[in-house]
């Protein structure tokens, strides 16, 4: 006898046998309510900065502003094989590619089937979790920094699961030992990011690999900034074996070639070939000529140096220009973001900054509650449009 057979006096529970059933409540559930997109709230602050002469400089998105190399346009133009359909895990020339540059600049080799692309990787990151729901279907939770992507969470909520924030330490690396055993037990599957976005903190990725493994839960690192770190050597969950991990890698920040939507994801073979076989099914695949010109980006690594100076003398000086007004930005360890406490809060100083000299910049709340008091400076303007925050900062002080 159920909980709700005694609540509704089913027959089974008073001592006679009904000749009908007695009518039981039906639960219909709430439609789905999506909250609001983060950046679009930010739409008052942008208008606010776009009455400037010049316009808004915004450095709120994390869009890339620079040319991806011509090659790759060029590889784009030929559109001999578009008549038909392209492969899902990517054509022979792409995944060649993409295991060469594994190789070649991370300094790992993985084996045939460990490896296969996706359509940019935010796609892959909202779609994982209802992927892995299928393959593990007693398991409801996806666990993520709580200073992180938003599409972590949001991957989680559009999957039916519990979207669970592990807290981060005073340096804003992901506490593994915080996570309680209850929810070890649930997990689908742990998300790591490295350098991560907002804050650029490197993660200890071997750690994550030995819990997730100890625990039987997928770790899945997103390692779309690797190119752009900091502070040592580019970090890889993959130097710790391909077992019970996925790396996600993206052309979107190293290639500037996020209009064109390539990435790709590596590691546990059995867990690549059942994600790549349900994305078969859901018809995900590159376009051809995306695929072209993905596999030019992959091979070449010349405009990867030239982009890696230009980020990092943009946060030198965006951290410069803030500095003049009136914050505290460090540089990070890595990835092309400034991470800046607001003393007077996140919206009042992202509103001040728009109004005083016109520039946009993100509250850290759209990153996680942990991060209200904070504020991301994404260092995607080209020098002349940071020529014209120096002029305006400059006036600025003149009437302070």
């Known amino acids: 006898?159920?909980?709700?057979?005694s609540q509704l006096g089913n027959g089974a529970?008073?001592?006679?046998?009904?000749?009908?059933?007695e009518p039981r409540a039906e639960f219909i559930a709430p439609p789905f309510t999506l909250p609001p997109y983060p950046y679009?709230?930010?739409?008052?602050?942008?208008?606010?900065?776009?009455?400037?002469?010049?316009?808004?400089?915004?450095?709120?998105i994390g869009t890339p502003c620079d040319q991806p190399p011509e090659n790759v346009c060029e590889a784009l133009r030929d559109t001999?094989?578009?008549?038909?359909?392209?492969?899902?895990?990517?054509?022979?020339?792409?995944?060649?590619?993409?295991?060469?540059?594994l190789e070649r600049r991370i300094g790992v080799r993985l084996g045939s089937g460990s490896l296969a692309n996706c359509i940019g990787t935010k796609e892959l990151v909202a779609g994982l979790p209802l992927i892995l729901k299928l393959r593990s279907p007693r398991r409801d939770t996806v666990l993520y920094p709580a200073?992180?992507?938003?599409?972590?969470?949001m991957g989680a909520i559009l999957a039916g699961c519990r979207a669970v924030a592990v807290p981060v330490d005073d340096q804003w690396r992901i506490d593994l030992s915080s996570i309680s055993s209850a929810d070890a037990e649930r997990a689908l599957c742990l998300w790591v990011n490295t350098p991560g976005n907002p804050a650029g903190a490197l993660d200890d990725l071997d750690a994550a690999a030995e819990w997730g493994r100890t625990h039987g839960i997928p770790v899945l690192s997103d390692e779309?900034?690797?190119?752009?770190?900091?502070?040592?050597?580019?970090?890889?969950?993959?130097?710790?074996g391909p077992e019970g991990v996925l790396a996600v890698h993206s052309l979107s920040k190293r290639s500037n070639f996020a209009g064109g939507r390539?990435?790709?994801?590596?590691?546990d073979a059995d867990l690549v070939r059942f994600v790549s076989e349900v994305r078969k099914h859901q018809g995900l695949m590159i376009p051809a000529p995306v695929q072209r010109g993905a596999a030019v980006a992959w091979s070449e690594d010349s405009h990867v140096d030239v982009q890696r100076d230009r980020y990092h003398r943009r946060l030198v000086r965006l951290a410069a220009q803030f500095t003049r007004l009136g914050l505290a930005p460090t540089l990070p360890e890595g990835a092309f973001y400034l991470w800046v406490h607001a003393p007077d809060g996140a919206w009042e100083t992202a509103s001040r900054l728009a109004d005083s000299v016109g520039v946009v910049v993100s509250p850290g709340e759209f990153y996680g509650a942990a991060g209200a008091a904070y504020l991301r400076i994404a260092a995607v303007q080209p020098d002349e449009r940071l020529d014209l925050l120096d002029q305006r900062i400059q006036a600025w002080e003149a009437q302070q």
Not at 13 to 21: A, D, I, V
Not at 49 to 56: F, L, S, V
Not at 147 to 153: K, N
Not at 224 to 240: A, D, K, N, V
Request: hydrophobic content about 40%; proline content about 8%; some cysteine.
């Open 40 to 60: 679009d709230r930010l739409k008052p602050v942008l208008q606010a900065a776009d009455m400037h002469p010049g316009g808004a400089i915004d450095l709120s």
């Open 262 to 267: 390539a990435g790709f994801y590596a590691g």
């Open 80 to 101: 001999s094989s578009v008549a038909g359909y392209p492969t899902s895990v990517g054509s022979a020339a792409l995944l060649e590619a993409a295991h060469g540059w």
């Open 224 to 240: 779309c900034y690797i190119e752009f770190t900091w502070q040592g050597p580019p970090r890889t969950i993959l130097r710790s």
């Open 13 to 21: 529970s008073s001592g006679f046998t009904s000749l009908e059933p």
């Open 1 to 5: 006898m159920t909980e709700l057979d």
């Open 147 to 153: 200073v992180a992507y938003p599409t972590y969470e």
